[in-house]
């Protein structure tokens, strides 16, 4: 029983970052069809971020978000402008072109971290890293609860802008019929910057919250790619709701076989591919498949 | 038609005599240099197969490289003969191949492309993770299994057999049914081409090339380990060479895999370049998207459309 509930409270509180880290890669799709292969560029930028406000100016990690997200929310709409916006449109469907296109800003980050920070492994070391509280019988480290907190605080942030303000409501409208809310007079390609922006805040926030709990190169942020991936997979993309119930599954799944088989770590990250490799298959159009039972009325005409 | 396939074998036929005259030429280097040309040669002529001309970009390839590098190395310290392992490394291969594409098939355009990032990643960390690839030590094939010029012969002729195999698709039945595939998968399947069949065919054919491709790097550097054959530059180079000289043609991919080649040659001879590659493939791939997405070919092509145009205007009564 005991096990059970510390399984259960520790998928929780990895779901809450796991949440923030995939809503990032959701609206970008949701508002774009575009899928950013760059996130895990920006989610190791964050993290590095991060690492240098802590070590350059004692700034704790946590804190540091209000510097982070307000940056990255401006580079996202640099990196929409300068080159996104530039590709063809699709109507139907992400283009492969967007996915390389976001590749190669990928590569570029990678390079632009190992010329600026080397290619040593990194980490921030804090007050509370390792101290730990009890919670219902299970004792979790500091970090992960503060982490929780913060993602669960910036989510709900985040629904309270789709909800009720102009902008988010553009959002929304935009991601399900671009057309139709561009005849209600929305400025598609406005908000699409401004998608991207926050699109690249919550990854570049993530990567931030990531790198108090782990170890971080250039390289990083890979397996978080396809973890945040197989999340949308799973959810679809409606509801921050939907994410969030996605990031609960795959960090159920992760801590109930990292807690009763013997798989070694490194063949727990494979779980996540699998589920995802499984998640595609089970709707076989990815996250098109899922979304278009909502609009297929929408979409057909634009096929034929 | 005809006649540009006439003038593309006289091509080939001209470059397999260069190719294997030159030894009596140039030094090891040299030799080396066109080796490694060849080599990127094969993996990007294969990739396009099913990349360019089918149209589904796979980041997982490197499986296949190292499959075939490790199926020669074992077989060849069980005691086979090296080259009597490459119909071995190739059948693997294709059907490795089908494990992965029966599923991920099912996904179209970018959905596939993230699944074999999945199979990518699992295939790495399993590769570390089991003993039989000798983990991060690696693998040394046997003494005396080593011939430079021999494992050079192998490995133009089978530059030189990839590039014509891939012209004689590109005109054939099959080949227009992939190019049906790629610009219209519901539209194919409406006219009667069996997409998964067809996607399933050119990817374990593209992948036994690949995986032979491995085997003959694994007989020419006579080590490998989980770090040389996964390699991030190689796996990387495998999808940008194509694309960067126009996907979905004969010449784009060589086009690609000379500038990659002349690349990597330069890339090894100054450290500073070493350390911004992912900044100049990012880079070029960034230029690709943005500006020709049909690659260097591509541009030539508008090049020299662009040339005739302006040699029309000068003569106005011209035709």
Known sequence: MKEVVAVAVNSLLAAGLYATMSYGLAVIYGVMRIINLAHAGILMLGAYATFTLNSRFGMDPILSLAVVIPVFFGFGILLYLGLVRRLPRSSSGPSIESLLLLFGVWLVLQNLAYAIWSGDTQSILTRYTMKSVVLLGVRVGIPTVAVF?????????????????????AIRAVTENRDAAMISGVNADRISAVAFGIGTAFAAAAGSLLATMYAFTPDFGRSFLLKSFCIIVLAGMESVAGVAAGAFVLALLENFVGGYTSLP???????????????????????????????????????? | MRKGQGRLLAIEAAALVLLLAAPRFFERGTLNDIWNVAFAVILASAWNLLGGLAGQVSIGYSAFIGIGAYTTALLSLAGWHPYATLPVSALLAAAFSFVVGLPTFRLRGPYFTIATIGVSEAVRVVASGVSFTGGSSGLRMPAGSFHFLRDYSAMVILAVSVVALAAWIQASRFGAALRAIRQDIDAAEALGVNSTKYKLL??????????????????????????????????????????VGGLGTVAGPVLGALLFGYLQIKLLSSPALRDSYLFLYGGMLILVMLFEPKGLLGLYHRLRGAVTRSGARTVPDAG
């Open chain 1, 149 to 169: 907190a913060v993602s669960v605080l910036s989510l709900l942030v985040l629904q309270w802008i789709l909800r009720k303000t102009y902008l988010g409501r």
């Open chain 2, 202 to 243: 050119v990817h374990a054919l593209s992948a036994a090339i690949v995986a032979v491709a491995g085997s003959l790097f694994a007989i020419n550097f006579q080590y490998i380990s989980p770090n040389s054959v996964f390699d991030f530059r190689l796996s990387l180079s495998i999808v940008l060479m194509p694309i």
């Open chain 1, 265 to 304: 770590t490194s063949f727990q990250d494979a779980l996540s591919f699998t589920l995802l490799v499984v998640g595609l298959v089970a709707f076989p159009q990815g996250i098109v498949g899922a979304f278009s039972r909502f609009s297929r009325s929408r979409r057909r005409p634009g096929r034929a």
